[in-house]
C-alpha cells in the first residue's frame, strides 16, 4: 500500500476553507430559514483563532472577511434592520485576529530564539575542551558531553541514567569529600586535582571543578562537573623535574659554588656547596643578598662587580678574596650574563672555586726563582771575587813578613789584609743564604740580613 503524506499547509487552508463554508452556513440558517436577528457567531472565533495561530498576521483575512460577513448579512437579509451588536462583533473578530497573530509571533520568536541558545549551548557543551557532565541529587548522570565521553571511552547511551560512581571513580568517590555531598552542604565551587579512573582500569589526570545545578526556581538539584585533562601538563611536568633533577644532580656533584642572581643583584638560587660555605640550606638563599652574608667592603665589591657585567654583558673571570668558615681565601670567579631571547640580561650567573692552594704554590714557586737567582748571582760573586781576594790576602801577609812591622807600611798591609778577610766572610755569608730575610736599610729601601747567617769556616 501506498503511504498517503499530507501537505501541512493545504491541510491548513483546507480545514479554514470548511469552518469558513460553515460560518456562512449558519448566517444564512439564522437569518433567512429561522428569520431572527441575532445570529450565534461563538463558531467564528475557531477559524479566526486557527488562521491567526498558522499564518500570524496574514491570518487576519479570516477575521476580516468574517467581520465583513455579519455585518453583509444584515444588509442584505434584513434591509429594515442594523444591529449594533453585529458592528461590535466584527470589531471583535478584527481585534482577536490581531491579537492572537501579534502574540503568536511573539510566542515562535521566543521559540525560536530559544531553540537557538538551546542549540547554540548544546554545541559548546559537546564541543568542550573539558569533560563536563550533570548529576542529580541520586548520582544519576543526566548529560554528558563528547570529551567527557571520549576520555572516558564510553558511549552517552552508556552513561546516562546510570549512577556516576558505576560509569567512572575517583578517590572522592562515596566518602565525605564528594563532590556531590560537599555542594548539598553549601559548598558554591569545588576545585580539586585527581586521577579520574575509568571501569576498564585506565586513569586520567584531570582538575575537577564542581558548582551548583540550579532549577528555574534556584533549587540545587545536582551538579555540574568539569573535568580539565591534565595529561599532557603532567607529562610535560615530569619531564621538566626529570631534567631539572638531572641538573640539579649535576650542578650538586660540581665541586664549585655556584648561584644565580636576579638583575637587582638578589640571590634567585644555589647549589648546596655554596650553601654549605654560608651555613644555611639551598633554598634559604632565595631573597638574600651580598650584604646578608660578606662584610660590608667585600659584599660591595662582588656588587660592583656583578653591576659591570649587567651593564657590559660580557663574561668577567675574576680572582678575588672570599670568606670560608670565617678565614679569608681566594677564588677563581666567573661570571656571566644571562639573557632573554631579545638580548636582555634578566640574571647573572656565577661560579667559582678555591685557587689558594694554587696561589700559595705560586708564591713559593716566586720565591724559590728569587732564591735560585740569588744562589747563581751568589756562585757569581763567589767566583769573581774569591780568587781575588786570595790573592790580595797572600800578598798582604807576604808584605807584612818582609817589612818592619814598626812602619806605616805594615800597619796598610794589615788593614788590607783584614779587609779584605772580613769581604771573603761576606762572600761565604751570602753563598750560604737558604731564606731571604729583609730589615730595614733606609725609608724607602729594605737590605738582606745576613747576621743569622753561618760561616762555614769561621777560622778562615
Known amino acids: 500500500m501506498k503511504k498517503i ?18 460560518c456562512v452556513f449558519l448566517i444564512y440558517y439564522f437569518h433567512k ?37 455579519l455585518v453583509f448579512s444584515d444588509i442584505y437579509f434584513r434591509l429594515d434592520v442594523m444591529i449594533i451588536n453585529d458592528y461590535f462583533r466584527a470589531f471583535l473578530f478584527m481585534a482577536m485576529g490581531f491579537l492572537i497573530a501579534v502574540l503568536s509571533e511573539k510566542i515562535e520568536k521566543s521559540e525560536r530564539e530559544t531553540k537557538t541558545a538551546y542549540s547554540e549551548l548544546n554545541q559548546i557543551f ?24 571520549s576520555i572516558l571511552g564510553k558511549t552517552k547511551d552508556e552513561m546516562v541514567g546510570k549512577k556516576c560512581y558505576d560509569v567512572y571513580r575517583t578517590l572522592l568517590c562515596q566518602t565525605p569529600d564528594c563532590p556531590l555531598i560537599r555542594i548539598l552542604d553549601g559548598k558554591e565551587c569545588i576545585e580539586d586535582e585527581l586521577e579520574l579512573g575509568c571501569t ?105 662587580d656583578d653591576k659591570r657585567i649587567i651593564e657590559s654583558g660580557r663574561t668577567k673571570d675574576i680572582e678575588e678574596e672570599y670568606i670560608q668558615d670565617g678565614q679569608k681565601v681566594f677564588v677563581q670567579t666567573v661570571k656571566t650574563p644571562v639573557k632573554d631571547e631579545k638580548g636582555n640580561v634578566f640574571s647573572i650567573l656565577g661560579i667559582f672555586w678555591d685557587i689558594t692552594e694554587r696561589k700559595q704554590l705560586e708564591e713559593e714557586r716566586i720565591k724559590v726563582s728569587k732564591l735560585e737567582a740569588i744562589n747563581n748571582m751568589v756562585v757569581t760573586i763567589n767566583h769573581e771575587m774569591n780568587q781575588p781576594l786570595s ?22 798591609a794589615k788593614l788590607i789584609s783584614d779587609e779584605a778577610r772580613k769581604l771573603a766572610k761576606l762572600v761565604k755569608k751570602i753563598r750560604n743564604i737558604k731564606k731571604i730575610k729583609t730589615i730595614e736599610y733606609s725609608q724607602d729601601s729594605k737590605m738582606i740580613d745576613l747576621s743569622d747567617i753561618d760561616e762555614e769556616d769561621k777560622n778562615d
Open 5 to 22: 503524506v499530507f501537505d501541512k499547509e493545504k491541510l491548513k487552508i483546507f480545514t479554514v476553507v470548511i469552518l469558513l463554508g460553515i
Open 126 to 149: 559537546n564541543t568542550a575542551a573539558d569533560g563536563m557532565c550533570m548529576i542529580g541529587k541520586d548520582y544519576t548522570i543526566l548529560r554528558i558531553n563528547d570529551t567527557l565521553s
Open 391 to 412: 790573592v790580595i790576602i797572600s800578598n798582604a801577609g807576604y808584605l807584612m813578613e818582609e817589612i818592619n812591622k814598626d812602619s806605616k807600611v805594615y800597619e796598610d
Open 200 to 304: 576498564d582500569g585506565r586513569k586520567t589526570p584531570c582538575i575537577l571543578t564542581a558548582i551548583p545545578f540550579l532549577a528555574s526556581d534556584g533549587e540545587i538539584v545536582g551538579i555540574v562537573e568539569d573535568f580539565k585533562d591534565i595529561t599532557e601538563r603532567k607529562k610535560a611536568e615530569n619531564t621538566l623535574w626529570e631534567s631539572e633533577n638531572k641538573h640539579r644532580t649535576l650542578l650538586e656533584n660540581l665541586p664549585q659554588k655556584i648561584f644565580l642572581k636576579d638583575k637587582n643583584l638578589v640571590y634567585i638560587s644555589c647549589n648546596d656547596n655554596y650553601a654549605r660555605d654560608l651555613n644555611i640550606e639551598s633554598n634559604e638563599i632565595i631573597g638574600k643578598t651580598d650584604y646578608d652574608f660578606f662584610p660590608k667592603e667585600l659584599a660591595e665589591k662582588y656588587r660592583a
Open 33 to 69: 430559514i429561522l428569520n431572527i436577528s441575532t445570529v450565534f457567531t461563538h463558531f467564528f472565533y475557531i477559524p479566526i483563532i486557527l488562521a491567526s495561530l498558522w499564518w500570524k498576521r496574514k491570518g487576519l483575512i479570516v477575521a476580516v472577511f468574517l467581520a465583513l460577513l
